[in-house]
């Protein structure tokens, strides 16, 4: 099993930025991929950022030149950069772990981002 733990969320005014952190903990396999997805009341879960471990990355189109993801391998950690945040932007995002050629998935508690206009 995996276990993640995020980390970063809050409340910030629209332009600023905030630093979302995810770390995952039991049977990492050294082929898996970290990211982030987010949830707004009433839609549905959204692709934010997604990055495997041999470096792969890919954006959901609505934060592409805002938002930067990065992961320690080493580390099983990564990371959401999240900048000029938009009220759009609100939610609680989930950090989300899988593993290619299984059906291993796990899924963070989620952490909640308000971003004020």
């Known amino acids: 099993q995996v276990h993640l733990v995020e980390s970063g969320g809050g409340l910030v005014q629209a332009g600023g930025s905030l630093r979302l952190s995810c770390v995952a903990s039991g049977s990492i396999g050294s082929l898996n991929s970290m990211g982030w997805y987010r949830q707004a009341p009433g839609k549905q879960r959204e692709l934010v950022a997604v990055?495997?471990?041999?470096?792969?990355?890919n954006y959901g189109n609505s934060v592409k030149g805002r938002f930067t993801i990065s992961r320690d391998n080493a580390k099983n950690t990564v990371w959401l950069q999240m900048n000029s945040l938009k009220p759009d932007d609100t939610g609680v995002y989930y950090c989300?772990?899988?593993?290619?050629?299984?059906?291993?998935?796990?899924w963070g508690q989620g952490t909640q981002v308000t971003v004020s206009s």
């Open positions: 990055a495997s471990s041999g470096g792969i990355i």
């Open positions: 989300r772990y899988t593993r290619p050629y299984t059906n291993v998935v796990a």
